[in-house]
């Protein structure tokens, strides 16, 4: 997959919770071949790294991206600094998406379930399925919740669920998946989160004999899968290889990764 160095306009920023900013940003060049569950790799003014940050949306017509993002670190938070007209030094589309089909599938139902901030690279992949596609979407409470309507306006169905029941089911994504595996016939499920959700949903996942794949949220240095900072670990036919988050992800699939 192509990837492009540049700098490149913020023509959109918006707070969607506290902590949480999206940007749309403008670059032509990287939204024609930009695929959901890739991400980019922003340059911060007065740091060494780049910020890994997942793609959320892709507006091919508009030639623009949309990153979702969260403040975790003194990096985030000079990010978060960048305004509408502001120039950001990105590498992308970085890494492997989702396995999608090319335009609207009719046919096939999926669900997708994110957890926190790794709601945000779901929902790409969510409307290439619309109104066949089931979302469960977890936070810890109801002022954490993000992107929930984003997912609603493209006519996907969305499930809630928070630790403390302030919104929607209270515990964990793990039930509803389990509850909506069991109720439809499912050709994929999507998830993208914590290691331990992960790890739970991928158990489901098998025991339902329904496929699913796993987006990683990992520390990268390189990018491109030079520096080894991200690896992890994957078996395939009964074999251990240690792949790069970067380069060989970030989405894989869930019965190769070791949680």
Excluded: W
């Excluded at 994504?173 to 499920?189: Q, R």
């Amino acid at each position: 997959m192509p990837y492009r160095c540049g700098s490149y306009h913020v023509i959109e920023k918006t707070a969607i919770s506290a902590g949480v900013y999206s940007y749309a940003i403008l670059c032509p060049e990287v939204a024609v071949d930009a695929r959901p569950g890739q991400f980019v790799h922003i340059k911060v003014e007065g740091f060494t790294l780049r910020r890994p940050v997942s793609i959320c949306d892709i507006d091919h017509k508009n030639g623009s991206i949309r990153i979702v993002f969260e403040i975790r670190g003194h990096g985030t938070a000079k990010l978060a600094d960048a305004n509408v007209g502001d120039n950001i030094d990105m590498i992308a589309p970085l890494g492997n998406g989702f396995t999608l089909p090319d335009g609207i599938a009719p046919d096939r139902r999926v669900i997708t379930v994110g957890g926190g901030i790794g709601v945000a690279p779901l929902l790409g992949a969510a409307k290439a399925f619309r109104e066949n596609a089931t979302a469960i979407l977890g936070f810890r409470s109801y002022d954490k919740i993000i992107l929930a309507n984003d997912f609603k306006q493209s006519d996907v169905h969305v499930i809630t669920c928070t630790d403390d029941g302030s919104v929607g089911l209270k515990g964990t994504v793990t039930t509803p998946l389990e509850a909506e595996l069991a109720k439809n016939d499912t050709d994929m499920v999507y998830a993208c989160g914590p290691q331990p959700m992960l790890a739970a949903i991928v158990r489901i996942c098998e025991k339902a004999g329904v496929k699913c794949e796993v987006s990683l949220e990992q520390r990268m240095g390189c990018g491109v899968g030079a520096c080894a900072v991200c690896a992890c670990g994957i078996t395939r036919q009964d074999k251990e290889y240690m792949l790069m988050v970067c380069k060989d992800g970030p989405v894989f699939k869930g019965e190769e990764v070791l949680l």
